[in-house]
């Protein structure tokens, strides 16, 4: 199956990260290169690097990008661009993109055990490496399943989820996509059942907690605004709260001058701030990409300008 995905709020990522044809970019979720490539076709004597971890994705943006010498792609996490970078004897980059969640491909792909919709072997790896899905709901304890449905989906039945994963893994391991979204649909109240699939918060927090992706954009984050330049941007676009409140406040921060009290009659920290908020509230998509792509209806995106290098 061909890797393809909708590369979403498109022009709006290239706009914030004002491409220069001289620049040195990352795109550090290549995915099926659609971002990689609008960036790739404004460099002239300038520099892209396209990450991904899925190794479906790093070929397919591998043959996408052949038409562009100016671009790399190369097979590693977003967490790791630092080693990447200094393995191409670059230290500082003019802009960096992270689309974050998981691909059309990675949905539509049964195989990969992403879906709540498909039957298929749970799996749920991006990398297609470590532990699986299957490993986590048939080893993890009931309070670990619990808390996870609960901080990572919103799960608001969360214990009762969990409680029924144990007692039917008690029966026989858990094997399917399926067989988990019918646990999930069972452990629910009826009016519950009713709504959108019951599955859908618990399957993208078992996503989110096999692939590691909080802490991944934590230290992706912070290794992003280590390699930018001075006057160099990050770009991120997030689906959904966890991943959002997490670059909301690490922005914040990152844009937050002076610490001291607010009863302080002048200013003793002398921390000024290292970055400046492009956008103060994110950019939404429009209603005609909406329209046109719905797995963009919840994305988000979040522009930061580099000030200065730490101190």
Do not use: W
Not at 1 to 14: D, G, N, Q
Not at 197 to 207: D, G
Request: glycine fraction near 6%.
């Amino acid at each position: 199956m061909e890797f393809s995905h909708i590369p979403v709020l498109l022009y709006e990522c290239i706009n914030g990260l004002m491409i220069r044809p001289d620049g040195i970019y990352l795109d550090g979720t290549a995915g099926g290169g659609g971002h990689s490539e609008e960036i790739a076709k404004r460099l002239k004597n300038g520099r892209l690097i396209s990450l991904d971890q899925d190794p479906d994705a790093v070929e397919t943006a591998s043959r996408r990008l052949a038409p562009y010498p100016q671009a790399t792609v190369v097979h590693a996490n977003f967490r790791d661009m630092e080693e990447v970078l200094r393995s191409l004897s670059i230290r500082q980059i003019d802009g960096v993109l992270l689309d974050l969640g998981v691909s059309s491909y990675q949905l539509d792909a049964a195989e990969r055990g992403f879906s709540y919709q498909k039957d298929a072997p749970l799996d749920m790896r991006m990398s297609k490496t470590g532990k699986s899905a299957k490993d986590f709901v048939n080893l993890a304890p009931e309070e670990e399943i619990a808390r996870v449905l609960f901080e990572y989906g919103e799960e608001r039945y969360a214990r009762r989820i969990a409680s029924k994963i144990v007692y039917k893994r008690q029966e026989k391991p858990l094997e399917t996509t399926l067989e988990l979204a019918e646990i999930i649909k069972s452990a629910v109240p009826s009016a519950s059942r009713r709504e959108k699939n019951p599955a859908k918060r618990s399957f993208q927090a078992i996503r989110i907690a096999v692939n590691g992706e909080l802490d991944a954009l934590k230290e992706g984050l912070e290794a992003a605004f280590r390699v930018l330049k001075p006057g160099g941007r990050l770009a991120v676009i997030t689906f959904h709260s966890l991943e959002d409140r997490i670059v909301k406040q690490a922005f914040a921060a990152y844009a937050k001058g002076c610490e001291c009290p607010p009863d302080f009659p002048v200013c003793v920290c002398g921390k000024t701030p290292r970055a400046k908020l492009i956008n103060r509230k994110p950019i939404l998509p429009s209603k005609e990409e909406m329209e046109q792509n719905r797995r963009s209806q919840s994305a988000k995106l979040r522009v930061l300008e580099k000030i200065k290098d730490e101190p």
